[in-house]
């Protein structure tokens, strides 16, 4: 809701401007997959799967060094209410490719040369946030396939509507429509241990001393989003799988 003079000056669902929606994760919810995981937070799911390491081919592609992630990351076709078009499209690859790199920053493939890890990100439910839920979703699937892990990483989508600082923005919040300086998103991944930032994009305009305080902002939710995903692994460790 905005007020006078473009300050959004409370959330429509009753979310405190740091407040984090509601969050839940579950690893191990494909039995045929290598790794797999869901991760939810208010109205966006996203599921990962993991296959590999196997064989890359075409042959040329390999890496004798190391092993190569492959990420895929896509909406269903019901995940919003127009109907997405099935298959891959400008935006998919962009996200495909960013989550690729901010997972690649803690996964270690040395031990697998000539081989390829995929991770197939689905969205069966988009509110906004779902490239970060997609990478909450993969990293604890890359765990639970057992693939070497330097850390952990934990993502957010933190940002600004109208002159106030928000963190995990909706669909609503996020459209442009905002009174006078409209929405900008901040999608940041975070690693567990050494606290690198390993995805940062920027849709929007922000001044300096906001962007930094929305940096702190994502860090401080990626910490609570790192105990979810941590408890998720616990729960599958607890049940023998
Ligand atoms: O989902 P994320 O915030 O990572 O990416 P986005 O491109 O900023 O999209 C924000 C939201 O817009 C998505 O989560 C969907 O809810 C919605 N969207 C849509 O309705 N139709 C599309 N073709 C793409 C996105």
């Not at 127009?82 to 891959?88: K, L, M, N, S, T």
């Not at 990100?121 to 330097?150: C, E, F, S």
Request: proline share 5%.
């Amino acid at each position: 809701m905005a007020g006078d003079k473009g300050i959004y000056t409370k959330r429509d669902d009753g979310r405190k401007f740091d407040e984090i929606r509601e969050m839940s994760a579950e690893v191990g919810i494909v039995d045929s997959a290598d790794g797999s995981a869901s991760f939810n937070t208010g109205h966006t799911k996203a599921i990962a799967v993991v296959r590999g390491p196997r064989t890359l081919h075409p042959q040329h592609m390999q890496n004798p060094r190391k092993g190569i992630l492959r990420v895929s990351y896509g909406m269903m076709p019901f995940s919003v209410t127009d109907r997405i078009r099935p298959g891959p499209n400008r935006r998919s690859e962009e996200i495909s490719k960013v989550t690729e790199w901010a997972l690649n920053s803690v996964v270690d493939l040395s031990e697998y040369p000539n081989t390829v890890v995929d991770v197939f990100i689905q969205i069966p439910q988009a509110d906004a946030g779902t490239r970060v839920a997609g990478i909450n979703a993969a990293a604890i699937a890359l765990a639970h396939a057992g693939i070497p892990m330097k850390e952990m990483v934990s993502a957010i989508g933190v940002g600004k509507i109208d002159k106030t600082l928000v963190v995990d923005l909706d669909k609503y919040e996020d459209s442009d429509f905002h009174d006078a300086e409209g929405s900008t998103d901040i999608p940041v991944a975070i690693t567990s241990r050494t606290k690198n930032i390993s995805l940062l994009q920027l849709d929007g305009k922000i001044s300096v001393p906001e962007f930094k305080e929305c940096v702190k902002n994502a860090k401080v939710a990626c910490e609570e989003i790192l105990k979810v995903q941590m408890q998720a692994l616990k729960n599958i460790d607890g049940g023998n799988n």
